[in-house]
């Protein structure tokens, strides 16, 4: 059965830092990845996808990367900024029902100016 | 162009009464998802829809029924409401890629 760890659970930094925030699945037949933002008492945003077949993806500060062999995914955030403050959820799907997910509980991530 | 909106953002219910949860969707997608996000529990599957008048049940389904009469549209209702469904509801859609784009949720409290 697919599990998704997400450590820490919480993180604290300064402003400016760059960080990587780590996703553990359990089975590396996947799918594919996702992560997702999510701002207090608000939905979820998606931000990056990254496909079974795929190392990385980039979208501006953010770069999430994928290691199926390990189980392994990592987010890193360049030069965070106060507005970086959320918590950041990583979600998996199976490569034999690739229609649902499997989350983490994600990290809760505050960027202290 | 509103992607996914949810109806109603927030409702209090009695024990024992009923309800029908919202979502509608701008984006032609064929995968609609509705979930249950609970603290230290994450989000957790209750139904989905993999097209048109189709569902299927999810991780936890038990309480809630689901219509996909329209393909833009996805209804969650909650026949006899306990205070056990009291959570914060979401929908969401998938792309053919498998790339989900969530609602802004549905806040409920069951007293």
């Known amino acids: ?113 | 162009n509103a992607g996914v909106t949810q109806t109603p953002k927030f409702r209090v219910l009695k024990t024992g009464q009923s309800m029908t949860l919202l979502c509608a969707q701008d984006m032609n997608h064929e995968y609609m998802y509705w979930y249950r996000q609970d603290p230290g529990m994450g989000l957790r599957l209750i139904h989905y829809s993999v097209g048109e008048g189709t569902t299927a049940k999810g991780e936890v389904p038990d309480g809630y029924n689901v219509s996909r009469l329209k393909k833009q549209n996805f209804l969650l209702g909650l026949e006899s409401a306990a205070p056990s469904q009291t959570s914060v509801y979401f929908c969401a859609t998938a792309d053919r890629y498998n790339e989900q784009f969530f609602g802004p949720g549905t806040r409920l409290t069951v007293l």
């Open chain 1, 1 to 113: 059965k697919q599990e998704v760890t997400q450590i820490p659970a919480a993180l604290s930094v300064p402003e400016g830092e760059n960080l990587v925030l780590n996703c553990s699945f359990t089975d590396s037949a996947i799918y594919n990845l996702q992560w997702f933002r999510q701002d207090p008492g608000k939905g979820l945003t998606s931000l990056l996808l990254i496909q079974s077949s795929q190392r990385e993806q980039t979208s501006g500060r953010l770069n999430a990367s994928l290691d199926k062999s390990s189980g392994r995914s990592t987010l890193y955030i360049a030069a965070s900024q106060p507005g970086d403050s959320a918590t950041y959820l990583c979600a998996v799907s199976n490569a034999g029902n690739n229609r649902k997910l499997i989350w983490g509980l994600g990290t809760s991530l505050a960027v202290n100016p």
